[in-house]
């Protein structure tokens, strides 16, 4: 399988409601939520590259530039976006769907780190 093929067929999509279970006192969705949200999506992109045991190593940048609010749906996507000898990064947006309409928006971007490891916990070269 070429580069090309693995980077298209990492790509990650994972729809979810808001539910008020996991909004604020704003009724939008906690910023810490979504971030697990975007690190377990990032996770399942950089598994889905390389097939290596994968760890977070630092997430980059995140932006929230709409907040999100309950009673929408939201959907992630996980791209790979580098990839080098032990690592890749993963840029990870977050778009809200309104239930009724047809209307959509990204709200959310950020960028994980991601190290392949060994059963030891050290680090492996990815193969390209």
């Known amino acids: 399988m070429t580069k090309e093929q693995r980077l298209e067929q990492s790509e990650t999509r994972i729809f979810k409601a ?6 604020n006192h704003y009724d939008t969705l906690f910023g810490g939520t979504a971030m697990h949200l975007m690190d377990e999506v990032a996770f399942i992109t950089a598994t889905r590259y390389s097939r290596k045991r994968m760890v ?44 009724y309409s047809f209307d959509r928006q ?4 950020g960028t994980f780190t991601f ?14």
């Open 18 to 23: 808001v539910f008020p279970n996991t909004t």
């Open 56 to 99: 977070t190593v630092s997430s980059d940048k995140i932006d929230f530039t709409k907040p999100i609010p309950a009673g929408t749906i939201i959907e992630l996507v996980g791209r790979v976006i580098h990839v080098g000898n032990t690592s890749l990064k993963v840029l990870v947006e977050i778009y809200i769907e309104e239930m």
């Open 106 to 109: 990204k709200a959310i971007t």
């Open 115 to 128: 190290v392949a490891i060994d059963a030891l916990k050290k680090p492996v070269k990815i193969d390209n």
